[in-house]
């Protein structure tokens, strides 16, 4: 039984045994942990030892009766009003979760689709400890000019982009890799051909192939 500060779907490891990592999935604005919790099942064998948990976001979506966000994205300023607000939140959840597996925080990769990419790119270098990892579907870095005073860690990240993406455009994730090069922050970038706002099987090969990486080396 899991108790956290954000309620969602979650799957244990495949393996029956303890977790021996943690994968905490943020889904995109509109949609709710349901949305993501499949990619447990889509890496469950290759990554039978990894705990699962999809949160819902901490609040009702501004444009439907159905649906959580991250944080209101009406203006520039409520964007990064909200994401600071919401990185303890995520800060809590992923710490609360990492205690209950008795896993020190690099067993731990964030994984976002859109703004839960967002939220991924904000909260993970901010935080006291680094994480293992984090993968950023269709995201972007809305707090990059704050992201030099505020860099507290060196948490490795993989960006992964449509590159026909018509909602968040891929020089996004362009423009963030630049960032997170100037910044000696280690990085991958995967710009997709053909694919719009969505995850693809070639987008899952190059996840799961960096969270193979980012966990061996801790």
């Known amino acids: 039984m899991f108790v956290a500060t954000l309620t969602g779907p979650n799957r244990l490891p495949k393996s029956g045994t303890s977790a021996d990592s943690l994968v905490v999935l943020l889904h995109g604005i509109g949609a709710s942990g349901d949305d993501l919790i499949g990619l447990a099942d889509a890496w469950a064998d290759a990554l039978p030892h990894t705990a699962f948990h999809s949160p819902n976001a901490p609040h009702h979506f501004d444009d439907a009766p159905f649906g959580y966000q991250w944080y209101s994205r009406r203006t520039d300023q409520l964007r990064a009003q909200g994401l600071h607000e919401v990185e303890g939140t995520v800060n809590a959840y992923v710490d609360d979760l990492l205690a209950q597996h008795e896993l020190t925080p690099v067993r731990c990769v964030l994984v976002g689709f859109s703004q839960g990419s967002i939220v991924s790119l904000h909260v993970a270098p901010r935080r006291k400890t680094a994480l293992g990892g984090v993968v950023s579907f269709s995201g972007r870095m809305v707090t990059a000019d704050t992201l030099r005073e505020e860099l507290a860690n060196r948490t490795p990240i993989c960006l992964i982009h449509g590159a026909e993406d018509p909602v968040l455009p891929s020089e996004g994730s362009v423009e963030g890799a630049a960032v997170l ?34 966990l061996e080396g801790n």
């Open 181 to 214: 090069a100037e910044l000696g922050v280690p990085h991958e970038l995967h710009v997709l051909p053909g694919l719009r706002h969505a995850i693809d099987e070639r987008g899952l090969e190059k996840a799961t192939q960096f969270i193979h990486r980012v």
